[in-house]
């Protein structure tokens, strides 16, 4: 009666000439390549692949400067070219500065607004035509996305209707062809794993039962794992200010004042809430250590409609990290209350009343 497509997706590869005249590595195979073609070195009882000593990670997906920072930390020279003005261009602008700050502190040559034209070999080295600049490297990482595997589908023959990037659904996952319903890589710009069950979850249920449940992802969380991790859930400042203007909160709270943070010497990164006027909680980007495990809360309070001021009521055991959201929520009533110059003088009058009873 109903069909489910889950054919996954391959690497994009992009339409960068002279990209097929030398071989190159994707998301998808280069640790194998490595472990297939690496010339192994001996040492005792255990052998151990070489890597390329410089590389160039091409693309915008945030899955690029994961790579890159691996590859770094694997002792690899690493240039990371983007196309757009600042990497993970999705995410909140001080996120994605941090996190390209670490990269380039970690000694990461960070290219952004640089399309590359060409790749050549000369003499046995690949050169990247990137932009003005000319970069020689042992090895490329192509990251630049991925597309749907749909050839041998005859999608055409059953009505549905597809691009590049994946099927065309609607809120509940179905296809063109209502009878088929899609998820997971098929879908389009989630790539998560967690988002691709999610979505298996609300497909299976509209295909087995009523086609009555709907995909929301306003409270579904978001992760990018470099280091510091970063993770996202609900809109950004730019998304809330767009759609509520100013009737919006945005509080930040830094690693650095945690106690757990400095005793782990994880002090990079904030936290930084995006909050409607009453304190409903529009969205949280996390930048730090366990970022995507902290996440998971902001989540569940999005998701269950729980506001601002009852996690400044929730005592947190010390030391940990976990009390980024007790001191977020304490900032974010001491701003109300700076603000609101009515109930600061009702309670100035309120304590000088006090006062003058106790004598």
Same mark, same amino acid.
């Given at each position: 009666?109903?069909?489910?497509?889950?054919?996954?997706?391959?690497?994009?590869?992009?339409?960068?000439?002279?990209?097929?005249?030398?071989?190159?590595?994707?998301?998808?195979?280069?640790?194998?390549?490595?472990?297939?073609?690496?010339?192994?070195?001996?040492?005792? !009882?255990?052998?151990?692949?070489?890597?390329?000593?410089?590389?160039?990670?091409?693309? $915008?997906?945030?899955?690029?400067? %994961?790579?890159?920072?691996?590859?770094?930390?694997?002792?690899?020279?690493?240039?990371?070219?983007?196309?757009?003005?600042?990497? @993970?261009?999705?995410? $909140?602008?001080?996120?994605?500065?941090?996190?390209?700050?670490?990269?380039?502190?970690?000694?990461?040559?960070?290219?952004?607004?640089?399309? =590359? $034209?060409?790749?050549?070999?000369? %003499?046995?080295?690949?050169?990247?035509?990137?932009?003005?600049?000319?970069?020689?490297?042992?090895?490329?990482?192509?990251?630049?996305?991925?597309?749907?595997? =749909? %050839?041998?589908?005859?999608?055409?023959?059953?009505?549905?209707?597809?691009?590049?990037?994946?099927?065309?659904?609607?809120?509940?996952?179905?296809?063109?062809?209502?009878?088929?319903?899609?998820?997971?890589?098929?879908?389009?710009?989630?790539?998560?794993?967690?988002?691709?069950?999610?979505?298996?979850?609300?497909?299976?249920?509209?295909?087995?039962?009523?086609?009555?449940?709907?995909?929301?992802?306003?409270?579904?969380?978001?992760?990018?794992?470099?280091?510091?991790? @970063?993770?996202?859930?609900?809109?950004?400042?730019?998304?809330?200010?767009?759609?509520?203007?100013?009737?919006?909160?945005?509080?930040?709270?830094?690693?650095?004042?945690?106690?757990?943070?400095?005793?782990?010497?994880?002090?990079?990164?904030?936290?930084?809430?995006?909050?409607?006027?009453?304190?409903?909680?529009?969205?949280?980007?996390?930048?730090?250590?366990?970022?995507?495990?902290?996440?998971?809360?902001?989540?569940?309070?999005?998701?269950?409609?729980?506001?601002?001021?009852?996690?400044?009521?929730?005592?947190?055991?010390?030391?940990? @990290?976990?009390?980024?959201?007790?001191?977020?929520?304490?900032?974010?009533?001491?701003?109300?209350?700076?603000?609101?110059?009515?109930?600061?003088?009702?309670?100035?009058?309120?304590?000088?009343?006090?006062? !003058?009873?106790?004598?």
């Amino acid at each position: 009666r109903a069909y489910l497509i889950a054919t996954g997706s391959r690497p994009d590869i992009s339409d960068i000439k002279g990209l097929q005249t030398i071989d190159y590595f994707t998301p998808n195979d280069i640790w194998h390549k490595v472990l297939k073609v690496g010339k192994l070195k001996v040492a005792g !009882s255990t052998s151990q692949p070489s890597l390329p000593k410089s590389w160039v990670v091409i693309g $915008d997906e945030p899955i690029a400067p %994961e790579l890159a920072q691996t590859l770094a930390r694997l002792g690899c020279e690493v240039t990371l070219v983007v196309s757009t003005t600042r990497i @993970l261009f999705q995410e $909140d602008l001080e996120a994605s500065r941090l996190i390209q700050a670490q990269l380039e502190a970690e000694g990461i040559r960070v290219l952004t607004d640089s399309r =590359v $034209d060409q790749v050549r070999e000369i %003499e046995g080295k690949t050169w990247v035509q990137a932009g003005n600049k000319a970069i020689e490297a042992d090895a490329i990482l192509l990251a630049t996305g991925e597309q749907p595997n =749909v %050839e041998s589908l005859n999608l055409e023959g059953v009505g549905i209707k597809y691009t590049q990037q994946g099927l065309q659904l609607n809120q509940k996952l179905q296809t063109t062809n209502p009878r088929i319903y899609s998820c997971g890589k098929m879908a389009g710009s989630y790539p998560c794993a967690h988002i691709a069950q999610y979505q298996a979850s609300i497909a299976l249920k509209n295909a087995l039962f009523f086609p009555c449940f709907k995909v929301d992802y306003h409270s579904i969380p978001w992760t990018v794992l470099t280091q510091p991790q @970063l993770a996202r859930v609900g809109l950004t400042e730019v998304e809330a200010r767009k759609r509520y203007g100013k009737n919006v909160w945005v509080i930040r709270e830094y690693f650095k004042d945690l106690d757990q943070a400095q005793l782990l010497g994880k002090t990079t990164g904030y936290m930084k809430l995006v909050v409607g006027g009453n304190g409903t909680i529009l969205g949280a980007t996390i930048v730090g250590s366990q970022a995507t495990e902290l996440i998971g809360e902001i989540t569940l309070a999005i998701q269950q409609k729980i506001q601002l001021g009852v996690l400044a009521n929730v005592y947190y055991p010390y030391p940990t @990290l976990s009390e980024i959201f007790n001191k977020t929520a304490i900032q974010w009533q001491h701003q109300r209350m700076s603000r609101n110059q009515t109930l600061k003088n009702f309670l100035e009058g309120f304590f000088n009343l006090r006062r !003058s009873w106790s004598k």
